[in-house]
């Protein structure tokens, strides 16, 4: 039975979120959630690349290289894809949000190497969706990355002036934050399953 793309979209953001159910894309999560603002910059760069991507790379995949038999060579495609439309979102940054594009610094032309855009992409492969299912899937997955970016972002302001014991202070907190997260988003797992 086919999966309707909406409950792809919506099991995306929650019940299998990317980045709390896989894990991937914890570096870039990890280090610019410490602000508001600029998790809601990475994080609809994030939404944007991985949507377009996603779409891209499934034409790519089954236009160019299952036709010409060079499936083996869908690591190396998809990643040049990605950092295309990485370099546009650069681009597209600098031009109309200077402050953005500098508040991220090193973490924009990281979204490249960001394993949940690339995960997304080989997961639509695997899981044999259709176009309009895997534009679901990037989307909701992009989605989901930014709403738990933004949740521990907003965690970390309101905990910054609180009194949190040494040992805890800096990464030891946002992972514990994280894993909450975590269980509180995989608690939902059983109502939709696009596995």
């Known amino acids: 039975m086919e999966i309707n793309a909406f409950i792809i979209f919506i099991a995306s953001i929650f019940t299998s979120n990317i980045l709390l159910t896989n894990f991937l894309g914890m570096c870039s999560f990890l280090s610019v959630s410490k602000e508001v603002e600029s998790s809601v910059g990475l994080g609809l760069a994030v939404v944007f690349v991985m949507t377009l991507t996603t779409a891209l ?86 989605l989901g990355w930014l709403l738990a970016i933004l949740a521990l972002a907003g965690i970390r302001q309101k905990v910054r002036y609180k009194f949190v014991p040494k040992g805890l202070q800096g990464a030891g907190l946002s992972m514990i934050i994280t894993g909450i997260m975590a269980m509180a988003f995989i608690g939902f797992s059983g109502i939709v399953v696009i596995q």
């Open 57 to 142: 790379n499934y034409v790519v995949y089954h236009m160019v290289l299952v036709p010409l038999n060079i499936v083996y060579l869908q690591y190396i495609i998809f990643i040049i894809v990605i950092a295309a439309f990485v370099q546009l979102t650069e681009m597209m940054l600098e031009r109309f949000s200077p402050v953005l594009y500098y508040s991220l610094g090193i973490f924009l032309p990281l979204i490249t190497v960001n394993c949940a855009i690339l995960g997304v992409s080989l997961f639509m492969i695997i899981r044999n969706y259709s176009f309009l299912q895997s534009i679901a899937f990037g989307a909701g997955g992009g």
